[in-house]
Each structure stands twice: as C-alpha cells, then as structure tokens.
C-alpha cells in the first residue's frame, strides 16, 4: 500500500490527483501545519530528515520531492499511462516541464511570500518604514517582473497544445498545477492569461482532482485569486 504523508495546503495534494488519475489504492496519514509559522510539523522529520511534504512510502522505500514522488508513480505503475512515448518531442517536453516547475516557476513566488509576510510582520515602529519599504521595493522591481515573465512565458506555451507535454494530458500537468495555482493566489490576478486560466479550469473540472480534494481535505490554493 502506498502511503502518502499528506501535509494541508501544500505540493502532496499533486501526489493524491496523481494517484486517484492512475487509480491506484493508498492511504493518507493527514499532518498539520502550524498555524503560527505554517511550517510542517516536527513529526515529519521521522519520515524524512527535511520534515518537508510531500513524501511517500512505499514497499520499503521513502521517496521525496514532487517530481521524484510523480516520476516513479507513472514508471513503476502507470503502464505506459501519463507520459509520452519515450524518443518523442513530447517526451522531451514532459521531461522540462516536470523540472521546470519548481526549478524556475516557484522561486519567485516562493520570494513573493516571504516579502508578504515581511511587510505584514509585527516589527518596532522605528523600523517598519524600512523593512516594508525595502520588501516592497523588491517586489516591484524584481520579483513581480520575474512572475510575470513567467506567467507570460506559459501562456504562450498553452497556446500551442492544450497540455503541457503536448496534445495529451500527463503528469506534467499535474506537476505545472501548483505553480499555476500559487501564481493565481500569490503572484496576482491571472484574468490577463486566459490560457492559463482556462488550464486551471480544466484540471479542477477533472474527476480524478474532484477525488483527490475529498481524500485530501481542504486546500486553500485551488482557485486562488489575488
């Protein structure tokens, strides 16, 4: 049985689509992430020495990492389902997008949180003009540039097929899908890339993800906005 060490809000909600996509059995062992820091809790740390999610378990093995978790779930089980014939422009395009997303596409939405909660941090009065000052500054300059150049980069790329890889859905959706989502809620408004809005809609439309927001309780990302 395939367990998956599930925390809220967070990347291993891709891993139970993935499994209900393949139809494959497995169980949730749920873990919560503290209010207060929304980081993981320490009990993680017994699964895997990050204490980060996702992370599976597996017929002895303890496999982290999204694209990994992804990666060996449609080579050990999906039987040639969810990914391009091996050789093929698509599967060459499969291969970039699965490393693409939180290679290139999270780094800067991962900067725009933490300068968010910056300029919303409780500080001393005397230095909350400079800090916010300066992670505001950052943002406009930067980090918000880089989202949109992302944003506008992927946008393009829907234009040319429906999926990412190609004319057929795969795991790389399902790898693209956080990105695209924390974009929607952190990166701001997404009604300028109407491919990328209608991307998230069709995934979110999709029974197997319908399944997996029920295994996986309440996730605050999917359809995120501003």
Known sequence: MI???HLNNSRSQRVLWLLEELGLPYEIKHYQRDPKTM??????RAVHP???SPVITDDGLTIAESGAILEYLVDRYGDGRLKPVAGTEDALRYRYWMHYAEGSAMPPLLLKLVFDRIERAPMPFF??????????KAKRTFVQ?????????????????????????????VQMSFPLEAAAQRGGPVAKQPRIT?????????????RALERGGPYALM????
């Open 3 to 5: 367990t998956v060490h």
């Open 39 to 44: 980081l993981a809790p320490p009990e993680l």
């Open 50 to 52: 990050l204490g980060k």
């Open 127 to 136: 230095v909350k003009p400079i800090a916010r000052g300066i992670a505001a």
């Open 145 to 173: 540039p880089q989202i949109d150049n992302h944003m506008n980069y992927l946008e393009a790329q829907l234009a040319r097929q429906p999926w990412f890889a190609g004319a057929d859905f795969t795991a790389a959706d």
């Open 198 to 210: 209608d991307f998230l809609q069709r995934i979110h439309a999709r029974p197997a993800y319908r």
């Open 223 to 226: 359809g995120g906005s501003d």
